[in-house]
């Protein structure tokens, strides 16, 4: 039997940006996307789908913008002078992680604004992605957000934990890499609010062209893909 879907908050969320606690939890989750394979898959998945380079990219949830500043580490040979958006509630993004999308040629511009507030005036992006960041949204505002993202992008590319009895498994050892309380109780809330089966292709709009694909990728990643078919461009 599947776990059902629910959404709870998670600790790091509330805490305040400079928290002994949140500043280890967000070391931790360098550690949980390295397991995860994130990096990877992200990269993969942008390389398939998005063949030439493009200009801009937007990175939702960014956090400290060091999960985009690894992806852009193994796309940046393929794809020269991107323009890169890295989106985010806290401002968190440090000088040194500015300076690591500098050496590989990538122009990083932080901006701190709620997501919804932030569309409401974006100019179009080539692509736009989100890692671990679409499962905090029950599916009324999810929808909403992908519509949003819908209208400013060719290519949408989210890598979501997976929901699952063996990904929750995985989430309660997270103690044996050294995580601390918040992360490992992140983690286990994440699972339960990730995704499976085509849960996010269901709440994409449907009045568009668009090319979906969902699935599950890695150990425990959910893998979402919504590509603009030929002649719509954002």
């Known amino acids: 039997m599947s776990l059902p879907r629910t959404v709870e908050p998670e600790w790091l969320d509330a805490l305040p940006a400079h928290n002994p606690r949140a500043l280890r939890s967000r070391r931790d989750l360098r550690r949980v996307n390295t397991v995860m394979l994130q990096n990877g898959l992200m990269a993969r998945a942008l390389l398939r789908h998005h063949r030439t380079p493009p ?48 050496a590989l040629g990538w122009a990083a511009r932080p901006v701190t604004a709620d997501l919804s507030e932030f569309f409401a005036h974006a100019a179009p992006f080539d692509i736009i992605t989100a890692n671990l960041v679409l499962h905090h949204f029950a599916n009324p505002p999810l929808g909403r957000l992908l519509a949003q993202a819908a209208r400013r992008s060719n290519l949408f590319v989210a890598c979501e934990p997976r929901r699952g009895r063996f990904a929750l498994l995985g989430s309660r050892m997270l103690w044996a890499i050294g995580c601390n309380d918040v992360t490992r109780h992140d983690a286990a809330t994440s699972v339960h609010a990730g995704f499976a ?3 996010l292709s269901a709440l994409w709009p449907a009045h568009e062209p668009w090319t979906l694909r969902e699935g599950a990728a890695g150990l425990f990643s959910h893998r979402f893909v919504a590509k603009r078919q030929a002649g719509r461009a954002a």
């Open 197 to 199: 089966g085509k849960e």
């Open 55 to 102: 200009r801009t990219l937007l990175d939702l949830g960014s956090g400290d913008g060091t999960f985009m500043l690894g992806v852009a580490r193994r796309l940046a040979r393929r794809w020269p002078d991107v323009t890169v958006t890295l989106l985010d509630q806290k401002d968190i993004v440090t000088p040194q992680t500015l300076d690591g999308f500098r």
